[in-house]
């Protein structure tokens, strides 16, 4: 059974900066188009950053630009989004999302939250 766990949120000043890790396991991680996506309550989930398979192509929603990167380890079955700058709009619950490369298996961890406020 293939699985994404998250971690590194929590609570962190405006202008901060947090990592987040999210390792796979039960599935080949190397064929997955591996997502960022966030939530607030009572909004729809936004796709925050987005990386290829091989990692050669990243893509990231307009109001991260600049300010978070994504980034993999395949050898670690393992995703980071470094997330800098931080604003208070920033706050969210923050998932993993793996979509594989050849078909239509997908994949969403339990999330992580993420709190930017003084």
């Known amino acids: 059974q293939a699985q994404l766990v998250e971690s590194g949120g929590g609570l962190v000043q405006p202008g901060g900066s947090l990592r987040l890790s999210c390792t796979a396991s039960?599935?080949?991680?190397?064929?997955?188009?591996m997502n960022w996506y966030r939530q607030v309550p009572g909004k729809e989930r936004e796709l925050v950053a987005t990386?290829?398979?091989?990692?050669?192509?990243?893509d990231y929603g307009d109001s991260v630009k600049g300010r978070f990167t994504i980034s993999r380890d395949n050898t670690k079955s393992t995703v980071y989004l470094q997330m800098n700058s931080l604003k208070p709009e920033d706050t969210a619950v923050y998932y993993c999302?793996?979509?594989?490369?050849?078909?239509?298996?997908?994949?969403w961890g339990q999330g992580t939250q993420v709190t930017v406020s003084s």
């Open positions: 999302y793996a979509k594989f490369s050849l078909g239509r298996l997908e994949y």
């Open positions: 990386i290829a398979p091989t990692g050669g192509t990243t």
């Open positions: 039960g599935l080949t991680f190397s064929h997955y188009v």
